[in-house]
C-alpha cells in the first residue's frame, strides 16, 4: 500500500472543521498505510489520538502544543473493507482434459490480470488474480488452487465363448490409479466390473473415478465356429 500523509490545519485560538477531506484524502482501504502529520499546514504542531487504525473507521482529535493558541480539531478517517472479486472456477480437473479460460472481469465485475495466465492441465497449481487499481474502490487478489487429478489406468480382457453361436464369454477390467470409487459402462448396458453371458463381439467399457476422470478400454471376443464336416449327397 501506498503511504499517505494528511496535514491539519487547525486555525489559533478557532476549532477547525476538516469537513469531508484532508487534501483529498479521508477514505482508505483496510490494511492500507497512512500517516498524520504532526505539523499542520499554518506551523501548528500537536499530537493525534487515539493510535492509528488501519482496520476500522476511526476519529482521531489533534491536540495543539500548549503555548500555541490554537483549539483541539478533529479527523474521522473512514476505513473502507476490501471487495473479493468472484469467479466460477473449478477446484479440480482430470489430467489431459481442457482447462477453463482464466477471465480478466470477475463474476462482480473487478477487471485485473492472473498470474500464470492460463491453467495448465498436467501439473496442479496456484492461480493469482490482482486488480486493475481504481481510485476510491478497495479491491482485494483473490488465489485459487487447482488441483490435476491422475486419471484411471484400465485393461480390460475377458474368455472368448467356447463357440460362436454359444453365449458363454465373459470379460471384466482392471482399473489401477484414480480415486475410488469406480463406475463401469459397458456397451452392453452393464455397469458392473465383471459381465458374463457374452457372445462374440467387442465390448468397450469407461471406468469413472470419484473425480469423474475417466478411461476406456475394449476386449474383443472370438469363439471359434464348431466344424461340423464335410457334406456328402447320395
Request: hydrophobic share 25%; aromatic share 8%.
Amino acid at each position: 500500500w501506498k503511504e499517505e500523509k494528511i496535514l491539519a490545519a487547525p486555525q489559533p485560538g478557532t476549532d477547525f472543521n476538516f469537513g469531508s477531506s484532508v487534501d483529498g484524502i479521508v477514505h482508505f482501504c483496510s490494511g492500507g498505510t497512512f500517516t498524520l502529520s504532526t505539523t499542520s499546514t499554518n506551523s501548528i504542531t500537536g499530537t493525534w489520538s487515539p493510535a492509528i487504525n488501519n482496520t476500522t473507521t476511526t476519529t482521531y482529535t489533534f491536540t495543539p502544543a500548549t503555548g500555541q493558541c490554537a483549539t483541539p480539531t478533529t479527523l474521522t478517517i473512514t476505513v473502507n473493507s476490501g471487495i473479493k472479486p468472484t469467479f466460477t472456477l473449478p477446484t479440480s480437473l482430470c489430467n489431459g482434459s481442457t482447462p477453463p479460460t482464466l477471465s480478466t472481469t470477475s463474476n462482480n465485475g473487478i477487471t485485473g490480470t492472473w498470474s500464470p495466465s492460463t491453467i495448465s492441465n498436467t501439473s496442479s497449481g496456484t492461480y493469482i488474480f490482482t486488480p486493475t487499481p481504481v481510485a476510491g474502490q478497495c479491491y482485494l487478489n483473490d488465489t485459487i488452487q487447482i488441483k490435476i487429478n491422475d486419471l484411471p489406468i484400465i485393461y480390460a480382457h475377458g474368455t472368448n465363448p467356447t463357440c460362436s453361436s454359444l453365449c458363454n464369454g465373459n470379460a471384466t477390467v482392471d482399473v489401477v490409479g484414480g480415486t475410488t470409487p469406480y463406475t463401469y459402462s459397458w456397451s452392453n448396458g452393464a455397469t458392473t466390473e465383471d459381465i458374463s453371458g457374452l457372445q462374440n463381439g467387442v465390448y468397450v467399457v469407461t471406468v469413472t473415478d470419484a473425480h469423474a476422470c475417466s478411461a476406456t478400454s475394449s476386449v474383443l471376443l472370438n469363439g471359434i465356429t464348431a466344424n461340423t464336416g464335410p457334406k456328402t449327397s447320395s
